[in-house]
């Protein structure tokens, strides 16, 4: 689209208040320039001193995503790959804990001939090539950077230093920060208070940035009186204070800031053409189904962080992918595994319509997963086992139609007599935690005529991965003689990918993570056929309920 000869940055910053959805902004302004037939894609600058989020408990971060090169990173990854319908990479998640083991290494090894190391200039000098990796190694135009945290907060003054180096280094008509920021409403007065956006603008100006965008957060419209307000006193254009309201779906969001001409108003002030009008067919298809549902089900999602839903926000965004295609409204049951029994089971999932075990680590809650396991294969409820969801499946086999009593994952008991999942070889040295799972892409070779060869359509797949046991190939012929049969391996190591049990309507087991792949422009097919397959059921068990009552 444009004749520069290296790409234009975005900065998006935050005040007031954590979790305003910079994110969703960022993947949202993505999105629309893309549209446009720009070249885009958005990294994410992490304030914690943690080197990624592989060794976070999900009630602290949430969900951690994983590229396609094995990357553990933020999972505001997920949203700009499920809104830019592109993969990220290593390079598109940084953290103070990368950018100071960088700098100590570089210390050690001398690298900076005896100077003393400070934050100004090394700490900055390596956030900067942190964010100009993507504009040399990719053929962008635009680069947004999203940084996390708020403005004020001591962990980011370096990333809020690097951006104001950076934007006198590249010109300033070569980038913009756009400030995400919270306009409360106090019910009290009955009004918006812009207060405290005037404080944050302003820090950041004392800062040496000046914002070239203002968006606004809150659960009201904002007068015109208010952002006139708020342009005076931060030193903006009207027009260049834009309104995110609350809104009922996060897909909805691109649209409303198109309304504003937001992209066009950043295109403008970047020096870029707005002659192509951005292409929004597919995206407005995709929202006029998922409004409009013509049926309806419910998928139960077992698992051991359900009270904070963001830890599984792609197996959730992957239904929703799914469910809009395909016209129908999932409605996700969260069921806490710790409290499920053999005998109140029944009261959990007799009225559901699909199961999903999902992933997880630690042998907490991993009783209540083998139960909700066997209550799906015994009812032929649709079942979805996803990484250890899958493991969980083995062992629920193993125990109850092999008739190991004792059979466990080596994760959960090192002294079982039966381990039906156990530890990868070369993971039997591993002492460090972090970054030493089987991660990012691996090769599955899928077996001819299979259920999952039809659902994809093809026999060689490629998925992201993130785990360390494996399904102990010790055991595979007495599983496929008895009905669990192993459908897909991996083609260099003959590790089993994904298992299927027979005489079932729909259940399948992957050892790796299908909904990191899930997005708007391309629902995952195994999330597709586990919607297809839950509808089936609610169909059949209404036919046998009408049976029952003549």
């Known amino acids: ?64 995503y994983v590229t396609e090169d094995g990357a553990e990173t933020d999972l505001d990854l997920g949203h700009y790959e499920r809104f830019l319908n592109s993969p990220t990479s290593k390079d598109n998640n940084v953290t103070t804990g990368k950018i100071y083991q960088t700098v100590i290494d570089k210390e050690r090894r001398g690298d900076f001939l005896g100077k003393t190391v400070q934050v100004i200039p090394h700490i900055t000098n390596e956030i900067k090539r942190r964010i100009k990796i993507l504009g040399k190694k990719g053929d962008f135009d635009i680069i947004i950077t999203e940084i996390g945290g708020t403005v004020g907060d001591i962990e980011s003054l370096p990333y809020v230093e690097s951006v104001r180096q950076l934007r006198w280094e590249l010109g300033y008509q070569n980038s913009i ?50 952002r006139s307000k708020l342009a005076l006193f931060c030193n903006l254009n009207i027009d260049n204070v834009i309104e995110s309201k609350d809104l009922p779906t996060i897909y909805e969001v691109p649209l409303y800031l198109q309304n504003q001409n937001f992209d066009a108003l950043v295109l403008k002030e970047l020096g870029l053409s707005t002659d192509k009008k951005p292409d929004l067919k597919q995206w407005n298809d995709f929202l006029e189904k998922y409004k409009n549902p013509k049926n309806n089900v419910e998928i139960a999602l077992v698992g051991k962080y359900v009270s904070l839903q963001d830890s599984y926000k792609s197996i959730v965004e992957a239904l929703i992918h799914a469910g809009a295609t395909l016209e129908t409204k999932v409605n996700i049951k ?169 005489n079932h309507p729909f259940f399948i087991g992957v050892q790796y993570h299908p909904e990191y792949k899930s997005t708007v422009a391309s629902p995952h097919p195994l999330f597709m056929a586990l919607v297809k397959a839950s509808q089936n059921y609610q169909i059949n068990k209404v036919k046998n309920a009408t049976r029952k009552q003549i």
């Open 1 to 64: 689209m444009s004749d520069q000869s290296s790409p234009k940055y975005i900065f998006v910053t935050g005040g007031v208040t954590s979790s305003l959805g910079k994110g969703i902004v960022a993947a949202s302004l993505g999105m629309l320039l893309k549209a446009r037939g720009y070249k885009v894609t958005i990294q994410k600058l992490d304030p914690y001193i943690n080197i990624d989020p592989g060794t976070l408990n999900p009630y602290e971060h949430g969900e951690c």
């Open 177 to 226: 920060v756009v400030h995400l920021t919270l306009i409360p409403y106090l019910a009290a007065s009955g009004e918006l208070k812009t207060k405290p956006s005037q404080h944050s603008v302003r820090q950041l100006m004392e800062y040496g940035v000046q914002t070239n965008f203002l968006v606004c957060r809150t659960e009201c419209s904002i007068s015109k009186e208010v």
């Open 334 to 502: 969260w069921i806490y595994s710790g409290d499920l029994t053999y005998e109140n089971i029944s009261d959990y999932l007799k009225d559901v319509d699909g199961v999903i075990i999902a992933p997880g680590f630690g042998d907490r809650a991993i009783e209540g997963k083998i139960v909700a396991c066997q209550y799906a294969r015994v009812n032929k409820i649709p079942i979805f086992g996803i990484c250890l969801g899958m493991q969980i499946a083995v062992i629920e086999f193993a125990r109850n139609v092999l008739g190991y009593k004792d059979a466990d994952s080596v994760e959960f008991n090192l002294q079982t007599s039966a381990p039906v999942i156990c530890l990868m070889e070369e993971q039997k040295n591993v002492s460090n935690k972090g970054g030493t799972m089987r991660l990012g892409a691996w090769a599955c070779k899928l077996k001819k005529g299979s259920i999952v060869e039809k659902i994809y359509n093809s026999q060689n797949i490629e998925e992201r991965h993130r785990h360390r046991y494996e399904l102990n190939n010790e055991y595979i012929n007495e599983f496929e003689n008895n009905g669990l049969e192993a459908i897909g391996t991996n083609p260099d190591t003959g590790l089993v990918e994904v298992i299927q049990v027979k």
